[in-house]
Nanobody
Framework: QVQLVESGGGLVQAGGSMRLSCAVS????????MGWYRQAPGKQRELVAR???????NYADSVKGRFTISRDNAKNTVYLQMNSLKPEDTAVYYC????????????WGQGIQVTVSS
């Protein structure tokens, strides 16, 4: 059974920093692509950052240079370091795992609220 549990969200002032964690069980983060997505009220869920099994990363244009995705293989955990936060970063953030074994299976965390006050 695959489980993804996010933590680290909350309220922060604009310009501040926050680190989200995604603790994963049942899926090896170093062998599968992992990502962070977010969904603001009234908007579609969008990709924030992704790290491939090979360690390659890609980011949404809106967060490039401010956010960093990383993983700790020993802890089987994925992180999203968010710096220079803006009010428009306010959203529910979701951790996603992609497992490819003949077919692709996608797993989501429950989501965590990040609120950036102006």
């Amino acid at each position: 059974q695959v489980q993804l549990v996010e933590s680290g969200g909350g309220l922060v002032q604009a310009g501040g920093s926050m680190r989200l964690s995604c603790a994963v069980s049942g899926l090896v983060v170093s062998s599968n692509a992992m990502g962070w997505y977010r969904q603001a009220p009234g908007k579609q869920r969008e990709l924030v950052a992704r790290i491939s099994s090979g360690g390659f990363t890609n980011y949404a244009d809106s967060v490039k240079g401010r956010f960093t995705i990383s993983r700790d293989n020993a802890k089987n955990t994925v992180y999203l370091q968010m710096n220079s936060l803006k009010p428009e970063d306010t959203a529910v953030y979701y951790c996603k795992g992609e497992q490819v074994i003949l077919i692709t299976r996608v797993y989501w965390g429950q989501g965590i609220q990040v609120t950036v006050s102006s």
